[in-house]
């Protein structure tokens, strides 16, 4: 079994688009999206917990 399967695996999933959608949509430069990206692509749990805590964040509305 993998490390992330089952529940927990399609949880994961779920945050890490979250993660990367929100990535896409911020009015960072295109450098740093990619590397906020790369981050959570690498470290699924890890990095999307650090770009939650210290990523761009979208204008208010």
């Keep these: ?3 992330y399967s089952g529940l927990g695996g399609l949880i994961l ?3 890490d688009v979250y993660a ?3 990535i ?3 009015n960072e430069s295109t450098g ?3 590397a906020w990206i ?3 692509l690498a ?3 890890v990095g999307a917990v650090i770009w939650y805590f210290f990523g761009p964040r979208s ?3």
């Design 1 to 3: 079994m993998g490390r």
């Design 13 to 15: 999933l779920a945050i």
């Design 20 to 22: 990367i959608l929100h």
């Design 24 to 26: 896409a949509k911020c």
């Design 32 to 34: 740093k999206k990619v």
């Design 38 to 40: 790369v981050l959570v």
């Design 43 to 45: 470290l699924p749990l």
């Design 59 to 61: 204008p208010a509305p």
